[in-house]
């Protein structure tokens, strides 16, 4: 019996450890509000609320090309679509609650960055495609994630207390092509009334 209990206990620790990973707290707070750059000369303004979305991003400490990093470990819930990416619930404000950091271990530092984009695009990709304003955070590292598998379980460090401010999303300006269509189709337009 002692044996089939230590053993039993045995692969259970086991298995924790196999599927551990680190978690955080994925909110920010007053001093790191989101703000976007209307492009025109003016001051930056908050996100406005269900206006765009953040998505939380990962890599090994130490890593600086935006382009290694991997989207964390999200739920969906109600303000967090199927693909990981926490609406703004406040203007610049956002509270996506606990995510996991895959592929390290409980408890590890890592590396993040926040993205965001506005409009409706459920993903980075849609709204990169569509030409929606989109911006990045600074990347900054988290020293300690929560560890789930200690007794008791750490509970999930929260981003906002490392949370960078000054994260910014630009409106693009437009092209210079996009400014010659204008130009034409206006000159199209008055040219038919005369």
Known sequence: MKKTLITLMAVGAASTMAFAQGTVSFNNNAASIVMVDPGDGSALVPAPANGGFVQL???????????LFQPTLNVAGANITENGAARFLAPGRFAAGVVTIP???????????????????????DAVNQGAPTGWSPIFTIP?????????????VAVNTVFPAGMV????????????GLGAAALLIFRRRK
């Open 103 to 125: 592929s390290i271990s409980p408890g590890g530092a890592a590396a993040l960055v926040v993205r965001g984009w506005l409009g409706t695009a459920p993903t980075w990709a």
């Open 169 to 180: 999303i630009a409106v693009p300006e437009p092209t210079s092509m996009a400014l010659a």
């Open 144 to 156: 300690a994630t929560g560890d789930p598998t200690a007794l008791p379980p750490g509970l999930p």
């Open 57 to 67: 991003l990962w890599a090994p400490v130490g890593t600086t090309d935006l382009n």
